[in-house]
């Protein structure tokens, strides 16, 4: 039949399978390698053994050192079984001689677990030992990382494992040991292709890899520029600069940044040097007016001068080089408000709207660092900067040709006030500016009015401004003009009005004109207006904001508010500054003078010579101001500060920490601005910040942070960054800062063990003992009570609490410290508490008894009358009596035992008794009195005498009461 027919043909075909397995088998005995290889595959076809046969072609091509096709037949062997012995040992030589010893010595090890006694794989496991240990030794180590990470970037094929190896190479050479070994295995060259990769991120990554190496070391910052300067590597920079990815631009800029900072460190000398910091500056210099880069790419440059202007070496470098010059051709370019940015119809190069500000900016940090002369140098860069910057104003009788030159003129204005001033003064300027607003002109009237709204920023210009400008102003406003003229016109009037200073006797103008100009303001605010109009609307009414009549004006109207907290929340950085200052100028979070006796005999003074004393208007009283910051918080302006605090500008930060203090200032507000964000962003205002934004966001971190529960209000690791400023804080000439300070550091001390740590480890106790010294009592009590809540640490206890301890010298001032009850009751409960904690300490009971007043302290506090004391006072006691017999015996002496016998009887309190109860029951397991009932029986007939012979005297607390 048919089926038996079936199964005599498999049996013969599985005969032919295993007569040609074995005749492979004897052409490998005899060395026929190759003719086995093909025995056994033709076997495979027939249908036999195919695990056994995998094994056999493995063995072949060992000997044939064909180690991959091995390695490859017992990756299928070991599919079938995968703990075959001879396929694991067969792979382990494979992988050996591949090079792949990691993955060698694992199969070995597997060998030698599933058979102990294959002192082949023992003898080949114990060989690869030593070279995997060095191999990951070798892995560890910066070197071997850095070897590794080169390799996968440069030649892995999988892309994302290229991508990876290209992050990881960015975060290895941000330290210094990672870009030293990346540049000495030649990085700097051989990243280069890299860079024409399609991923962006790939790119970016690399270019970090070449900041960090240009960073910190200025050797390396030489050979990276020098590299860049080469035919193959300057027309890929100068692509990766053209480019529209705004990242990899700014990555690009960065490393000429960065190597021109490394270069200019402070110690860096030599020739080679000085000529690296001029061919960057060069560089930057051509970069800056270059008709082929975008608008980002030119702000990046900028950028770039104004980090490193800030040296005067470089500052004045960058002048010599032509830097101003380049940096105000930038500036003739801006166009007017009345051009869309995407005309492209009018000459000149990409520029953003923020880079005339930036240019300012650029400007005014040259200046500054080239005021410093020295003598013997000529000319001077300080006055070739002036030379430049006149020289860049050529003006003609066009008002039509003369836009650039005034949008040169606006910049110097914005960015060197000082010297606009002295232009400004120069024969011609103020007509030409003053022809140009009156032609027909519609571009030079923009520009016209852009420049006298920007020279009347300056109070003492102002006035001379308003002589020649007023008219025209009033005029470009009141016609029939598009609306960019007609509001940077009505700003410049602003600007005008405001000079008053907010006092109510000394206004630029008349009674109503200037809430008159105020209100002209919103329409352009909160209408239809594009950003540019709302822009100069807002400063306008920053400006005018203060006066206590517009004060008013802004915060009962809900639209303007919502206006302040959208532009604000935009994030435009043109605007920033104005809306933070307004914002200031409503919540009267500005600097005030001090009253004092001084201060108002000096006014009299004034008003006896006739002089115009300034004189505060009445909304600006304290009543006033506070209800205004309500309607602020409840307008949701916190929101619009977290936005305004992530500005790169110190100045605005500063004034966003002024407005965020204000309004952490009552109580019922700090759970809004909490939950807001407020608290997060006085973190980072408090970390980067004008000094006396620093100080003014530490004040109100430390309101809020006495009052809400640091887990809440900071958390994750966000409390432990207030520690610093607070104690930053505690060093205030200010005693309402050094104490508020004091009592958040309190409680951030009381919320966990890591919070006490931070503080330990930033000094904080020294910074507390200084605050003890003060002649503020409540400056001492938070400092004690800070303390108090410290003392949990071990570390701190340990400095305090024992004789070999640091601070051991301190202890005596908390033990008197508790004895000040008459002076402050809650500083003298805090240094009790202090003392009850450390007397845990065998030392510190000792330095009780040692001390002078020790002893009388202790025992006028267990019989003061107050629970809290006298538990502090009790605890304290009773360490001392378990210290030993002696002590216990010493403390019975001057009526101790009279005293603690005497607590117990008249106490109300169980804790009182329990403390007591010890005690005694203490003296008696010494054998000191025979039981408690003895000691009562002694003291029952006089305790309250007893009790009352220990209380400390009250003396002139009433009177000094009374005189406060």
Known sequence: CCCCCCCVLIALIFIMADDTKARGNELYKAGDNKGAIECYKEALKLGGDELALRKNLAACYLKLQKWKEAKEECDKALDIMGGDIKALYRRAQAHEKLGDVELAFADAVKVTKLDPKNSSATAMAQRLMASVSKMQAHKRSTAGRSQDI??????????????????NMAALAQDEPGANELFRKGAVTKLLPLLAEDDSEVVSAVLHVYCSMASRNPMRALGVLKFFGTKDAEPRMMNLIKSNDKRTVK?????????LETLSNEGVEGAEFKDGINKVLQYLVALLPHGSITANARDSVISAVVKNVERSDVAKRFVDLGGVRALLMTASFSKTALLKEEDTSAPGIALSQETRMQVSVALQRTWESTKIKEKGKAPEPYERMMKDCVDSLKWTNDPAQNVSVCNTLTTIIQGILELANQILDSDGVMDHIMHMAQSEHLEAQCAAAEALSHAASDKKRAKSVMTSGFGILKRLYAKDLPDAIRVRALAGLCKMGSHGGGTSNMKSFADGAVINLAKKTKPFLVGDSNLDCKKWASEGLAYLSLDADVKELIVGDKKIL??????CEDGDPTVQFGLANMLVNVSNSYDKPEESEERESMKKLGKFAGEH???PHALDADEYAKKRVEILVKANITTAMVHLGKSESDRVREQVARVLQAMSTEVPFRGQVIAQGGARTLVSLANKNTDKGKSIAS????????????????????AAELVRPLLQLTTSKNGLDKFEAGMALTNLAGASEDLRMRIYRETGHKYLEDMMFDDDWRIRRAAVECMCNLLYCDKIFEMYGTKEGKRWERTKMLILFSGCASDDFAAARAAAGCVALLSGSPDVCERIRDEKQGLTILKENVACGNTELQIRGLHTFL???NCNKEMAKLLTEGKGLELIAALHLTAQDESLKSYCQKILDKWAEYGIIGSAEEAFKIAAQCAAETLEEFKRPEEDEDEDDDED
């Open 879 to 881: 360490n001392m009596v």
């Open 150 to 167: 080169l390799e996968m970037a440069l030649s892995d094929p999988d892309k994302e494992k290229k991508k990876t190896a290209a992050i």
């Open 613 to 615: 004393i300034p004189e």
């Open 699 to 718: 004040q109100a971190l430390a309101k809020l942070a006495i009052t809400a529960d640091p887990k809440v209000a900071f958390p994750g690791q966000r």
């Open 251 to 259: 990555n690009t800029v960065m490393i000429l940044s960065c190597i």
């Open 562 to 567: 919502k206006v302040v907290r959208q532009l």
